[in-house]
C-alpha cells in the first residue's frame, strides 16, 4: 500500500495501562478531594498525573506507508508531580542548567535546616523564598572577602528540595558552586578551599534574620533556640564526589534533577497499605516502609511547589548577561547544544532508554508518518492549528 488512507486496518488499544501511582490516586480520588482538602494546585497536578496518557484527553496519530497499520500516542499532562512528565521535565532542567556552567569543577553543597523550623515553611510556602536568599547571600559574601576589590563572582544553581529520602517533608537546598570566581576585570580565581565553617554560621545567621522579618517578634524564642541548639551554625556539607566538567548532565540529574519517587521504588500496593523503600542517608542502609495509602499520598502531595513556584535558581555568573562574561569557556559549547536537547526529545528519550524506536512499525519495520492530531475525539489538521494560533497571534497584535 503506496499511500495512507481510508483502507488502513486500525490496531488501536483504548484501554491505558495506569501505572501504581496513578492507580494509587485513582483508588483513593474522592477521600483526597473531601477529606484531605488539599491545595488547588495539589489537585490540579492530581487531576493531571491520573489522566496523564489517557487516549480520551487526545493523541498523535501515526501510520505506516507500508503495510497501512496505525498506531495512536495519547498526549502526556506535563506535570512535574506525574513520574513519567516529571522525568521528562528533570531531563530538560538539567539539560538547561548543565549550558549555563563554565568549564571548571564544581562543588555540590547541601543547605540544610534545624528540624524546629521545618514546620514554618510548611505552614507559610512563601518563607521558602528566604532559603534561596540566605544561601545567595552566604555564597556571595564568602567569594566577596576573598578579594573585595577585585569582586570575585562564581557561578552557582540552587535546587529546592521539600522531601527527605523517607518523603517526609524536610525543606533544604542543593547549591552547585563554581570552584573559583570571575572578577570585574576579566580574571578568573580559582578555589580549592571552601570555609565551611564560615558557610555554617553564616546560613544559620541570615536564615534566621530573614525569617525573623518575616514573621515578627513571635519568632524571636524560636530563634534564640536555635542559636543555643547550633552554636557552630546549621548542617552545611559537601558531597565527595565533585561535578567534572566531563561528566556534568549526568552528575546534576543524579543529584539536582530528581523527581520526589520513581515508580520503581513503590514495592507494592495492596488497595489499603503501600511499601516503598530508600536507602537511609545516615549510613545508606536499605529501608523498606509500609503504611496506609492515605498517609502515603499526604505524603506525596505536600512536595507539589505553588503554581510559578521556581525550584531552580541561578546567582553569580549563572544569573547575569554581562558582555564580559562570553569570554569564559563553558562546560558545553553552544555548537553542542542542539546535540544534547535532541537526546530530550520524545523519540529519541524512548530509544536511549528503553531500547524500541515508538514510531518503528512492529510489522514490517518501516518509520510510520504522522497524520493527524486528535482533541477530545476530534481530528485537527495541523493547518487548523497553525491557523487558530496565528489568529490568536494576530488577535493579540491587534488589540495591544
Not at 141 to 164: C, D
Not at 344 to 364: E, H, M, V
Request: proline share 4%.
Amino acid at each position: 500500500m503506496g499511500e495512507l488512507g481510508l483502507s488502513f486496518c486500525v490496531v488501536f488499544l483504548h484501554n491505558r495501562i495506569m501505572n501504581i501511582l496513578q492507580r494509587i490516586f485513582a483508588d483513593y480520588y474522592e477521600e483526597i478531594k473531601y477529606t484531605l482538602h488539599p491545595r488547588k494546585t495539589e489537585m490540579e497536578n492530581i487531576d493531571k498525573m491520573i489522566h496523564c496518557g489517557d487516549p480520551s484527553f487526545g493523541g498523535a496519530m501515526y501510520g505506516c506507508p507500508q503495510c497501512g497499520k496505525l498506531k495512536f500516542v495519547p498526549f502526556r499532562c506535563h506535570s512535574r508531580f506525574c513520574p513519567t512528565c516529571g522525568n521528562k521535565y528533570s531531563m530538560d532542567r538539567t539539560t538547561s542548567m548543565s549550558f549555563k556552567l563554565v568549564n571548571v569543577p564544581h562543588r555540590h553543597c547541601v543547605f540544610t535546616i534545624d528540624e524546629n523550623l521545618r514546620d514554618f515553611f510548611l505552614k507559610d510556602r512563601s518563607l521558602l523564598n528566604c532559603l534561596f536568599h540566605s544561601v545567595s547571600s552566604v555564597i556571595s559574601r564568602l567569594f566577596f572577602t576573598m578579594n573585595k576589590s577585585k569582586n570575585f563572582t562564581p557561578g552557582f544553581i540552587m535546587v529546592l528540595h521539600t522531601f527527605g529520602r523517607d518523603l517526609k517533608w524536610n525543606p533544604h537546598i542543593h547549591c552547585l558552586i563554581s570552584e573559583g570566581g570571575y572578577s570585574d576585570d576579566g580574571f578568573w580565581r580559582h578555589v580549592k578551599h571552601f570555609n565551611y565553617s564560615y558557610l555554617r554560621n553564616a546560613f544559620r545567621t541570615a536564615l534566621l534574620n530573614e525569617l525573623e522579618s518575616k514573621l515578627g517578634s513571635s519568632f524571636k524564642k524560636v530563634k534564640a533556640k536555635c542559636y543555643s541548639d547550633h552554636k557552630f551554625g546549621f548542617y552545611v556539607y559537601a558531597k565527595p564526589n565533585k561535578c567534572d566538567p566531563k561528566n556534568v548532565i549526568k552528575y546534576i540529574g543524579r543529584y539536582l534533577g530528581r523527581p520526589v519517587i520513581a515508580t520503581s521504588r513503590i514495592d507494592k500496593y495492596d488497595d489499603e497499605m503501600v511499601t516503598f523503600h530508600y536507602n537511609r542517608h545516615e549510613d545508606e542502609k536499605y529501608v523498606q516502609e509500609t503504611i496506609p495509602a492515605i498517609d502515603f499520598i499526604k505524603r506525596l502531595i505536600r512536595h507539589i511547589p505553588e503554581k510559578h513556584f521556581k525550584m531552580i535558581r541561578y546567582g553569580g555568573l549563572y544569573a547575569r548577561h554581562r558582555q564580559i562574561d562570553s569570554k569564559l569557556q563553558r562546560a558545553i559549547h553552544r555548537s553542542k547544544h542542539p546535540i544534547y536537547r535532541s537526546f530530550n526529545q520524545w523519540r529519541t528519550a524512548i530509544l536511549s532508554s528503553f531500547g524500541y524506536d515508538p514510531i518503528k512499525c512492529p510489522d514490517c519495520g518501516h518509520t510510520m508518518l504522522f497524520l493527524e492530531l486528535y482533541y477530545n475525539h476530534h481530528r485537527v489538521s495541523l493547518e487548523e492549528l497553525y491557523e487558530r494560533a496565528m489568529s490568536k497571534s494576530l488577535g493579540k497584535r491587534s488589540s495591544a
